[in-house]
């Protein structure tokens, strides 16, 4: 697979508390020149990184990120304010605790608000799959795909692992037609990007694809 089929595929990732606009500025233009499907940035860059951007970029942002236990109403109102500012794509992360109790009903709902608040717009619902088990796994596979949603997504990058080829292989077997998967989280080489691709997601949350891509093309290289 060229390396151009693999950055087609990479939401080019900034989500550090210590981001400032200048590392989000030259994420954006990265983005730009390498030819990602996104940046995902905080939500309190998303405005200004629009308005840099334009038509250029896809902009994606987190909703009840990193640790989901926001209320529904927060993430919501998470949600609006970020496509008003000019957000194209939504990563919300579930309330893991609720999975934990089996209140799958309950995630389902919050999900189908926020692709309500979506409409057109792509929702990517991140289960974080380190804190889950397969059954749990298997079971938020179904309440995406019931929910609507249009990708289930790994991992934050925030928690004890992040994606995993068995978790994607997983996936694939269980998500109904028409949810894609994305993959997020430790993703470093350009073969571990291509396996993931090779196993099912469409979508790679990293930033190092990009910044090997930097470093072959650095002189003396």
Same mark, same amino acid.
């Given at each position: 697979?060229?390396?151009?089929e693999?950055?087609?595929?990479?939401?080019?990732?900034?989500?550090a508390?210590?981001a400032?606009?200048?590392?989000i500025?030259?994420?954006?233009?990265d983005?730009?020149t390498?030819g990602?499907?996104?940046?995902?940035?905080?939500?309190?860059?998303?405005?200004?990184?629009?308005?840099?951007?334009?038509?250029?970029?896809?902009?994606c942002?987190?909703?009840?990120?990193?640790?989901?236990y926001?209320?529904?109403?927060?993430? =919501?109102? /998470?949600?609006?304010?970020?496509? &008003?500012?000019?957000? %194209?794509? *939504?990563?919300m !992360? #579930?309330?893991?605790?609720?999975?934990?109790?089996?209140k799958?009903?309950?995630? =389902?709902? /919050?999900?189908?608000?926020?692709? &309500?608040?979506?409409? %057109?717009? *792509?929702?990517? !619902? #991140?289960?974080?799959?380190?804190?889950?088990?397969?059954?749990?796994?298997?079971?938020?596979?179904?309440?995406?795909?019931?929910?609507?949603?249009?990708?289930?997504k790994?991992?934050?990058?925030?928690?004890?692992a992040?994606?995993?080829?068995?978790?994607?292989r997983?996936?694939?077997?269980?998500?109904?037609?028409?949810?894609?998967i994305?993959a997020?989280?430790?993703?470093?080489?350009?073969?571990?990007?291509?396996?993931?691709?090779?196993?099912g997601?469409?979508r790679?949350?990293?930033?190092?694809?990009?910044?090997?891509?930097?470093?072959?093309?650095?002189?003396?290289?």
């Open positions: 697979m060229e390396a151009k693999i950055l087609r595929h990479v939401d080019h990732t900034l989500l508390q210590t400032t606009w200048e590392e500025r030259q994420i954006c233009e983005a730009m390498y990602t499907a996104s940046v995902c940035i905080p939500p309190a860059c998303v405005k200004q990184a629009k308005e840099y951007v334009g038509d250029r970029m896809a902009v942002t987190v909703i009840g990120f990193p640790n989901g926001m209320t529904t109403a927060a993430k =919501e109102f /998470e949600t609006k304010d970020a496509l &008003a500012n000019g957000a %194209d794509e *939504i990563d !992360v #579930i309330n893991i605790g609720w999975a934990k109790d089996g799958f009903d309950c995630i =389902e709902e /919050e999900i189908r608000t926020l692709k &309500a608040a979506c409409g %057109d717009k *792509i929702l990517k !619902v #991140i289960i974080e799959t380190c804190l889950l088990t397969e059954e749990e796994k298997v079971k938020m596979c179904h309440a995406v795909t019931r929910a609507g949603a249009d990708y289930i790994t991992s934050t990058g925030f928690s004890k992040g994606a995993t080829f068995e978790d994607v997983l996936f694939s077997e269980h998500v109904g037609d028409g949810v894609k994305k997020a989280g430790g993703i470093s080489s350009m073969e571990d990007a291509q396996k993931f691709l090779e196993l997601a469409d790679l949350g990293t930033s190092r694809i990009v910044r090997l891509m930097k470093e072959k093309k650095a002189p003396g290289c």
